[in-house]
């Protein structure tokens, strides 16, 4: 008798940043292999997007595995969606901007479509012209985990 086996179904969060120095958009239907850590209350947007889904990944192409718990699996894109917040600006040192507490939005879209940044040096990316506020932060998919390699 074959022994059936559920759909490992997992939600995962990614920062614009990650694909605009090196990304290659991500469409629904896709199999890729995706880097990624356990979801952490420590990670960018976490309380932006909190309350509006329950996420367990991080993925990012600067996910090393060196870290702990670092993964990489292949997985196939079920759903994505652009993940927005309002900002606020946190003072400091270096002074950044950071997603707004529960202030997550998402929409629904079949394809990523990255803003173009220009990257300097160490520092933060400097994005185009046309760039405004309602660009994503980043990006949510709803994947289905095909094998675990990590």
Same mark, same amino acid.
């Given at each position: 008798?074959?022994?059936?086996?559920?759909?490992?179904?997992?939600?995962?969060?990614?920062?614009?940043?990650?694909?605009?120095?090196?990304?290659?958009?991500?469409?629904?239907?896709?199999?890729?292999?995706?880097?990624?850590?356990?979801?952490?209350?420590?990670?960018?947007?976490?309380?932006?997007?909190?309350?509006?889904?329950?996420?367990?990944?991080?993925?990012?192409?600067?996910?090393?595995?060196?870290?702990?718990?670092?993964?990489?699996?292949?997985?196939?894109?079920?759903?994505?969606?652009?993940?927005?917040?309002?900002?606020?600006?946190?003072?400091?040192?270096?002074?950044?901007?950071?997603?707004? &507490?529960?202030?997550?939005?998402?929409?629904?879209?079949?394809?990523?479509?990255?803003?173009?940044?220009?990257?300097?040096?160490?520092?933060?990316?400097?994005?185009?012209?046309?760039?405004?506020?309602?660009?994503?932060?980043?990006?949510?998919?709803?994947?289905?985990?095909? &094998?675990?390699?990590?």
């Amino acid at each position: 008798m074959c022994e059936f086996h559920s759909a490992t179904i997992v939600h995962a969060f990614t920062a614009a940043w990650e694909y605009q120095c090196c990304g290659t958009p991500v469409s629904v239907g896709d199999e890729l292999t995706l880097r990624h850590v356990a979801w952490d209350e420590g990670l960018p947007g976490n309380d932006a997007y909190r309350r509006v889904q329950h996420l367990d990944w991080y993925v990012g192409h600067h996910v090393t595995s060196e870290e702990e718990g670092a993964a990489e699996d292949l997985v196939r894109v079920l759903a994505l969606w652009e993940a927005h917040s309002d900002l606020d600006f946190r003072a400091g040192d270096d002074g950044y901007y950071a997603a707004a &507490r529960d202030s997550g939005r998402l929409v629904p879209i079949t394809t990523m479509v990255p803003f173009d940044a220009t990257w300097a040096g160490d520092g933060p990316p400097t994005p185009p012209a046309r760039h405004t506020p309602r660009e994503p932060q980043g990006w949510i998919m709803k994947l289905e985990v095909l &094998r675990r390699d990590g």
